[in-house]
Structure formats: structure tokens, C-alpha cells
């Protein structure tokens, strides 16, 4: 299924990545978002930096619909990571009952078969994430009150968003890039569900719109079939993306 996820991330996004990628490098490297720390020096969250937490849900959690290994493992890291942003915004894999990711959806098909939609390779998942249900809930242990915005994504019957950023047609936008440039953010730091599918999309699509972007690795679990967590690593860091470890972080 990885393989198919993957497929689809490059063949749709693969031609506007590669476009923008050198634009993107070059204007976040002129605004000093992808700011190196020096050795030894550990990164301060600041005013303009934001913690983004994608889908610690239920169902991606182990005993979920569609579980990630060790997902229930990055909670009290994640915890105490947002206690040191001042800024923190969380997503919310949030379907309609019969959305169109969903095999169910489809009569003949089977979870992680693909489809062909108008907006391109639609993986077909098992029911998860459907609005209102436990599955769909911030995992009970999450604890951060000061978060500042949930931003659900999905939510149209027709369409599925792994990212924060932009749906699955690659320009639908969830209004979140709008939202951290009027907040004035600069540079995202990116935890959670999982590091090569929303965790990776999202990040690839906040150097789209220009923001800095630091994968916090340990505080991620990666699916990682047939290789998809390299080649996750592979497309972020090509855009920019900076991959780091929580204890590079001075929280
Ligand atoms: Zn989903």
C-alpha cells in the first residue's frame, strides 16, 4: 500500500515539487527560515516558530482502523515538546461516513487496493477517521491546552487530504497556509502520524508555501513498507526539509 501512496505522491506532486523546490530554497534560504543551529547549539522555539502535530488520532494509534506501529509511543514526547513552543497547531484526519478514501466506498474493492478519481491515484483505506467517532479523537493523552488551532482536513466526501496544507488534488487548500502567514509564522516544526504519509506531505507542502520545515524525527513513527520511509526522507529533504531529534530542540 506504501508503495502505491508513494507512487501517487510522486506522480502527482513530483513536477509542482520539483518546480518549486529551487524557488523555495532559495526564498526560504534568502529569509533565513532554514536557519542551521551551530554544533552543539540547541534550537529555541521562538514567536514565529510553530510545533505542528499531525493526526495523534485513535484509529492511527495501535488498535485503531488503520494503526501505525508504536504510534501510542511518541505521546509524552510530543507533550513535552509543545510544552516548550509557545505555538502550537494540530490536525485532524476528519471523513464524512462513505468518503471516498474508503474501500467501502467502493463495491469490488478491497483496503489499501487503488482507484482512479479525477484528481488522480486514490489509495482505498479501511474506514478511519470518520467525523464524530472515537477513532477520529486527539489520542486521551495528548496534553496540550495551549494548542491554538485544530485544522481538520478531509472532510470533503470527495476528495482526501494527507496533508495539512492542500487536499489530494494538490490545490484545494485547507486554509492553514493562510493562517500561519497572517500569524506571522515562519518555520514549522513537524510531529506525529506518519512520518512518511501526512507527516511528509505536510512538511513537503509548508516549503511549498514557503515556510522553514524541521521534521522532528523521534517524535514521529514512520509506516514504512517497501522502503517508503526512505524515500519519504528522500523528497523532504531535497525540498529542504530539515530532519532533526528532539534533543536538538531546548524544551
Ligand atoms: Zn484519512
Not at 534560504?29 to 534550537?43: D, E, L, M, R, V
Not at 496540550?144 to 487530504?161: A, N, V
Not at 488534488?169 to 493562510?178: A, M, N, Y
Amino acid at each position: 500500500m506504501v508503495t502505491d501512496r508513494r507512487e501517487f505522491l510522486k506522480s502527482t506532486m513530483a513536477g509542482a515539487l520539483a518546480a518549486t523546490a529551487a524557488a523555495g530554497v532559495t526564498r526560504a534560504h534568502a529569509q533565513g527560515a532554514q536557519q542551521a543551529s551551530p554544533k552543539g547549539t540547541k534550537i529555541k522555539p521562538g514567536p514565529r516558530d510553530v510545533l505542528l502535530v499531525v493526526d495523534v488520532q485513535n484509529d492511527f494509534i495501535p488498535g485503531g482502523a488503520l494503526a501505525v506501529k508504536e504510534g501510542d509511543a511518541i505521546v509524552p514526547l510530543v507533550n513535552q515538546l509543545a510544552a516548550g513552543f509557545e505555538h502550537v497547531i494540530l490536525t485532524q484526519d476528519w471523513h464524512t461516513p462513505g468518503h471516498i478514501s474508503f474501500a467501502s466506498s467502493h463495491p469490488g474493492k478491497k483496503p489499501f487496493e487503488t482507484t482512479q478519481l479525477a484528481y488522480g491515484t486514490q489509495v482505498l483505506w479501511p474506514d478511519h477517521c470518520v467525523q464524530g467517532t472515537p477513532g477520529a479523537d486527539l489520542h486521551k493523552d495528548l496534553k496540550i491546552p495551549h494548542g491554538e488551532l485544530i485544522i481538520r482536513k478531509g472532510y470533503r466526501k470527495q476528495m482526501d487530504s494527507y496533508s495539512a496544507f492542500f487536499e489530494a488534488d494538490g490545490k484545494t487548500t485547507t486554509g492553514l497556509s493562510g493562517y500561519v502567514k497572517d500569524r506571522g509564522f515562519r518555520q514549522v516544526y513537524l510531529v506525529g502520524l506518519a512520518t512518511d504519509f501526512c507527516v511528509c506531505w505536510s512538511a513537503l507542502d509548508a516549503r511549498k508555501v514557503g515556510l522553514g520545515a524541521s521534521v522532528i524525527e523521534d517524535a514521529c513513527r514512520g509506516i514504512d513498507t517497501n522502503g517508503s520511509l526512505g524515500k519519504a526522507w528522500e523528497q523532504m529533504t531535497k525540498v529542504g526539509v530539515k530532519r532533526i531529534r528532539s534533543t536538538d530542540i531546548a524544551v
